[in-house]
């Protein structure tokens, strides 16, 4: 059969020798900035080198070329820190050849001759050692690694043809130029593969039929032990892998590998079936596909089986996590720290790509440690939103602005990322943070995010060199939510008046020509109107599309115009009208009519106000207009306070009149002053107004005191219940008369009211509890009727909802109204008929359960409410010896309260609220529904409201309304 890249050797003395060679890639393994991301490609006698943290060169040319004396068998790069750029090479006469770097070299010193200019560091020859073994076989060492700076490791042939042998090499004591052996085992087994963990420096082996070995080379006496995973089981790879690589998942540790049929192993998992290649940078993993995308997946965020999860889960072309690469693209490196990520194309071309995961990363990485500079060029390059500058870390952000400035140092660069501001937090839209570390909060403030930004970098700017920032400052002016164009055009102002005279300042007619760049030239002239300087407006208008007839008679007029009625003019053409009335408030008292006009039209009372003295007619008049404003906003009471000050008496009583506001009626009348007879008609108009208020109580002060009519007064208070206080009038008046011809008889009617009162609420009261309770027995059975007939035939009957489920006669009936009423609650004209019927006590309308509950509530407060009354009328029918009927208004009342109180708990049970769902779900079963559904269930809601109806009544059990003499 034959093998592709297999070499079958015979010997002088006929002993027979079998070599398969397998694709590998020989680079450094660094994750710091020190490592150049160097990759080495064995041709002959030489080794072709490129650093592509440098430069990226295709091959079969190279940044530098390494001459060596002998072919070169392998090549392998030193896994300590900082140092991961030395490289040693195994030639064939059994040297290993040393290279660490020297100084960096020049432009065209090195890859001259491949055409490419590169400034590189090229590695000179340290040191050269002979491996001093006893092995005559061809190719000694199959597999070598460079463990650290005097210490290799070897694989080679066992005793037995089925065995392997790991070499520890060092130099020896007496010489510094050979490596001895310094500790060596066979393996039963061929070794194929040999990895290295950068981090903890483990070595692990892999054998040719999967089964994995971890060397503890770096101990007092080196040993092979089986490769075990977190949970104690033995790794093997069920197939042969032709790349291994160690790499943390989660927080442990596992080995990667992948076999040359496209299949992706952790430990002895198979994550994926068609992985071309893979690389480990980071906290990252990287592979290309079959489906020629490239995966970049953060490892410490996931585990095994959520890695074999995200490898199996199609995602979307928008996940940042993919990218569709060229067909057949071969992973050949990662730069550390960095987000460069080298791909080779099947016709050996190479390609430099950004992976969008490892560019968000290293972004965060330099913003976290205030790097500005490098992740503003970076995100400007990648076109990444320069927003996340300031999202990433808000507060540390704008603690830190002056920093951003100075690394920035670009006027351009300052705008460009002014510019780019918007509400939008990108750490929650366009760049998730895996972490959740990422977007912490400003401080609680009602300011917009761009504003903050904007008015923190001006004042900095400010700080820093205006004249160098001028640009910058005008910007950030014009961005806010709000653009404050005037404040920018006044700088502009002042640039014409004062230049400045550093040499590099900007001057008024490059700052107005940039200021044309960010807002549209018609409206800048707008609000160049606003800045009152006219030559700055014909400049600006001198740039517009503006015909110089139509702006300039406007000028010339404005020009003519006295000083503060010009710029009241310009405001009102603005309609900036609380400027254009604080100056048309200086132009004298013969403009004061137009002013007062203003003031009405745009309703800037308030204002108008405090630009005049208090005892000005201008203030009086200001006052008057105001007052009328209010009267006719229903604030009448506001209306006569202010004419009362301003000296309107007359008009003043009249809006407290209107308003019902009698102290403050009388007091103004006891000014003016008015005669007793018309101060007595005042009175009694009062008091007709406080009656029809129901504010009995009052109206009989203003009666008696006022009008001197006791007899009315007491009427009064015998029209508002209030009898212990007409009871007083009476006596103190000795019109005992009143006691037989008016107050017994109310009370007596009073008496007769409530009880009837009570006994329709109770019979009402018991009428709806008790339909309650058929209503929801209806709606029980039919939920098991359901339950029963659709779970055999229909497989989806428990998704039904509480409201559909309700299908008896009357409710299908319903259907159509309940259709029409949605159908007019569209127009504002219907709404609230269409929420009257909602609640409809009808028998089988839909919610009549929750009108049925929403009466029960009325009828607990309202007969709850009767506490204070009852009370007071007690006392007065036990003081006019009326036992009988006392009695039985306390035992009537006293069973009411009684029968509210004990049928609470059957109208609203504790579990109402609970209970007003199934158990549904993915844990539930066909019992637990069945269970949930025959649960006493709360009525479908639709409102908050009528979620609050489900809440129990609270009673006022507490307020001791009884007599005891009448128990």
């Not at 030489?46 to 072919?71: D, G, I, N």
């Not at 130099?171 to 087994?189: A, F, M, N, V």
């Not at 004062?498 to 001057?507: C, F, I």
């Not at 009328?873 to 009988?884: G, Q």
Request: aromatic share 6%.
């Amino acid at each position: 059969m034959e093998v592709p890249l297999r070499l079958h050797l015979l010997t002088r003395g006929w002993v027979s020798f079998t070599y398969d060679w397998a694709w590998s890639t020989d680079r450094s393994v660094g994750e710091d900035a020190h490592d150049d991301a160097s990759v080495a490609v064995i041709d002959g006698d030489k080794v072709l080198v490129t650093p592509f943290r440098l430069s990226v060169v295709p091959p079969p040319m190279c940044a530098y070329e390494l001459q060596l004396p002998a072919p070169v068998t392998q090549v392998t790069f030193l896994h300590e820190s900082q140092r991961t750029s030395s490289m040693a090479a195994l030639t064939t006469d059994g040297r290993v050849c040393v290279y660490s770097h020297g100084t960096r070299i020049q432009e065209g010193e090195a890859g001259t001759a491949a055409g490419f200019r590169v400034k590189a560091k090229v590695p000179e020859l340290r040191k050269t050692y002979s491996v001093d073994l006893d092995f005559e076989d061809p190719l000694v060492f199959r597999l070598f690694l460079w463990l650290r700076e005097d210490t290799f490791l070897g694989v080679a042939c066992g005793d037995l043809p089925s065995q392997s042998r790991l070499l520890v090499l060092g130099p020896s004591h007496g010489t510094e130029d050979s490596l001895k052996i310094r500790w060596s085992t066979c393996l039963e087994g061929h070794v194929i593969t040999l990895c290295q963990s950068p981090k903890t420096g483990t070595v692990a082996l892999q054998l040719e039929d999967g089964q994995v070995r971890k060397l503890l080379w770096d101990s007092h006496e080196p040993c092979v032990a089986e490769w075990c995973n977190s949970s104690g089981s033995v790794v093997r790879f069920p197939i042969p892998c032709v790349q291994t690589t160690l790499g943390t998942v989660g927080e442990e540790e596992h080995l990667l590998g992948l076999t040359d049929r496209s299949r992706f192993f952790v430990d002895s998992t198979e994550v994926a079936s068609n992985v071309s290649s893979f690389v480990v940078h980071d906290v990252f993993l990287l592979l290309t596909t079959h489906a020629h995308t490239c995966r970049c997946l953060n490892l410490s965020s996931l585990s095994v089986k959520g890695l074999q999860e995200a490898l199996g889960r199609d995602v979307g072309q928008n996940d940042e996590t993919l990218r569709r690469v060229e067909r057949g693209s071969r992973i050949v490196t990662v730069v550390p720290q960095d987000s460069c990520l080298i791909l080779q194309m099947p016709r050996g071309n190479l390609e430099m790509v950004h992976h969008r995961a490892l560019v968000l990363s290293q972004v965060r990485k330099w913003l976290d440690s205030l790097k500005f500079k490098e992740a503003f060029e970076c995100m400007r390059k990648l076109r990444i939103n320069l927003n996340l500058i300031h999202d990433h870390n808000p507060k540390m952000f704008l603690e830190n602005v002056e920093t951003f400035l100075r690394q920035i140092d670009s006027v351009s660069h300052v705008n460009l990322f002014l510019t780019e501001l918007k509400e939008e937090d990108t750490t929650k839209t366009m760049y998730p943070c895996p972490s959740q570390t990422a977007g912490m909060p400003t401080s609680e403030s009602s300011r917009t995010k761009v504003d903050t930004v904007c008015d923190a970098l001006r004042t900095t700017m400010e700080t820093l060199d205006p004249h160098k920032y001028c640009l910058s400052i005008l910007t950030s002016h014009v961005k806010k939510t709000v653009p404050e164009l005037e404040i920018a055009l006044q700088k502009v102002h002042e640039l014409r008046v004062n230049p400045p005279t550093e040499q590099d300042a900007v001057s008024a007619e490059e700052s107005l020509k940039y200021l044309l760049f960010l807002v549209n030239v018609n409206e800048l002239y707008e609000h160049s109107l606003g800045t009152y300087d006219f030559d700055l407006v014909l400049m600006v208008a001198e740039r517009s599309q503006k015909d110089p007839k139509e702006y300039l008679p406007f000028l010339n007029a404005l020009k003519k115009m006295e000083p503060n009625y010009q710029r009241y003019s310009i405001d009102m053409h603005l309609k900036r009208y609380s400027k254009a009335l604080q100056h048309i408030s200086k132009c004298g008292e013969e403009n004061f009519p137009e002013c007062l006009n203003l003031v009405k039209d745009q309703r800037l009372y308030r204002e108008a106000m405090q630009l005049y003295p208090l005892d000005s007619p201008q203030y009086k008049a200001v006052s008057c207009a105001y007052a009328e404003h209010l009267v006719e906003q229903q604030q009448a009471e506001q209306a006569g306070l202010l004419l009362w000050r301003c000296g309107e008496t007359h008009r003043a009583l009249q809006a407290f009149v209107s308003s019902c506001s009698w102290r403050h009626a009388l007091c103004v009348a006891a000014q003016i002053p008015l005669p007793s007879d018309q101060l007595a008609l005042l009175a009694r108009d009062l008091a007709g107004r406080l009656m029809e208020l129901r504010r009995h109580t009052e109206a009989s002060l203003l009666l008696e005191q006022y009008a001197k009519d006791c007899e009315e007064a007491i009427s009064a208070l015998i029209a508002g219940s209030a009898w212990e206080e007409a009871l007083r009038l009476v006596y103190m008046y000795n019109r005992l008369d009143i006691i037989e011809t008016d107050l017994k008889p109310a009370i007596l009617e009073a008496h007769g009211h409530h009880m009837a009162f009570l006994e329709a609420q109770k019979s009402t009261f018991l009428r709806h509890k008790a339909r309650l309770a058929v209503v929801r027995q209806l709606k029980q059975e039919a939920r098991l009727e359901l339950l029963d007939e659709g779970v055999p035939d229909c497989p989806d009957a428990e998704l039904f909802s509480e409201a559909s489920s309700v299908m008896t006669a009357s409710a299908a009936g319903s259907k159509y109204s309940q259709s029409n009423s949605r159908i007019s609650a569209r127009t504002s004209k219907n709404r609230r008929k269409a929420e009257r019927k909602k609640h409809s006590l009808k028998e089988g309308s839909p919610l009549e359960d929750v009108a049925l509950l929403y009466a029960l509530t009325e009828i607990v407060h309202a007969v709850d409410k009767l506490r204070d009354e009852v009370h007071a009328l007690l006392k007065a029918l036990v003081l006019f010896e009326l036992d009988p009927q006392a009695q039985r208004l306390q035992q009537d009342y006293g069973e009411v309260l009684l029968l509210l109180e004990s049928s609470i708990p059957a109208v609203w049970p504790e579990d109402l609220q609970q209970n007003s769902a199934p158990v549904m779900g993915p844990n539930s079963t066909a019992n637990s529904i069945a269970a949930s559904l025959q649960q006493p269930r709360a009525p479908p809601v639709a409102t908050q409201q009528d979620a609050e109806i489900c809440i129990p009544p609270k009673m006022k059990s507490h307020l001791r309304w009884e007599l005891s003499v009448l128990k």
